[in-house]
């Protein structure tokens, strides 16, 4: 199995053990209960369904270019570079990552509550994660349009900010809070737009925008979009007479 295909499921799976080491530690100092862990939360807390409903549309949107980027990797692998395909899986543990901190309000509660880690260090350390990041790919980034993810990260540094300098303002918080969590989701929005087309771009093999090429992953012969079915039909039960 390539290395960085082990890479991501030992990273997942360390994700998912963090996080139900983390809802252990709530059930066993009695913060939770075990039904409540279960239940949804407006079922629980005994709120409109629609409470939240800004934050978990982001969360959507999080997920989506984590999905798309780990099926291109996945499925395009013995067309792309290894370059690419790093940058693919490299990008949907990012997107993956930052799906879960919203999630789960990791920065803001979690990772003080359980680990007594700062807000402030859990964002350095993803800015640190982020430009390596951006220094390894910068030659498949440039090679994109990346002014959509650009875009993103202007979004996202302006909505911290704001929350930063929010007092000093002379705005109320109801206003702060607008125009903080409106960047942020805007960002998310950009963010995920930017790694659709990226991957999209992969798969045809230019982009249209930009007028900049890639090695196209899917066969001249076929198009995305079949390609894209019959990968996902490969070797299934459907697919046999």
């Known amino acids: ?3 960085t295909i082990v890479l991501f499921i030992t ?4 994700a998912c053990t963090v996080l139900f080491c ?22 629980t807390a005994q709120i409109h369904p629609l409470y939240g409903l800004l934050s978990n ?3 959507l949107l999080w997920s989506v270019p984590a999905s798309i980027c780990l099926f291109v990797a996945i499925a395009a692998r013995p067309e792309i570079t290894d370059r ?12 993956g990552w930052l799906m879960i901190d919203d ?5 803001e509660d979690l990772a003080r509550r359980y680990f007594g880690l700062e807000e402030k260090w859990i964002l350095l350390l993803f800015m640190i994660v982020f430009l390596l990041y951006i220094l390894k790919f910068r030659k498949v980034i440039l090679n994109t349009t990346y002014s959509i993810l ?31 969590d ?9 963010w995920c737009a930017y790694y659709v087309h990226v991957a999209y771009q992969i798969l045809v093999g230019t982009d249209k925008v930009s007028g900049k090429h890639f090695p196209r992953a899917v066969p001249s012969n076929q198009t995305p979009e079949g390609w894209v079915i019959q990968k996902l039909l490969l070797k299934s039960d459907i697919t046999k007479p």
């Open 1 to 3: 199995m390539p290395r």
């Open 84 to 95: 690419t395909f790093g940058f693919l899986l490299s990008s949907a543990l990012i997107s």
């Open 22 to 43: 983390v809802g252990m530690l709530a059930v066993t100092s009695n913060e939770l209960s075990i039904a409540q862990m279960m239940r949804d939360a407006a079922t």
């Open 57 to 59: 549309l982001g969360i």
């Open 103 to 107: 999630w789960f309000l990791f920065h």
């Open 182 to 190: 409106a960047l942020k989701w805007l960002g998310i929005c950009f």
């Open 150 to 180: 650009v875009t993103a990260i202007g979004l996202f540094s302006t909505s911290i900010l704001v929350d930063s300098v929010g007092g000093f303002l002379n705005l109320s918080w109801k206003h702060v809070l607008f125009i903080e």
């Open 11 to 14: 990273t997942s799976v360390s």
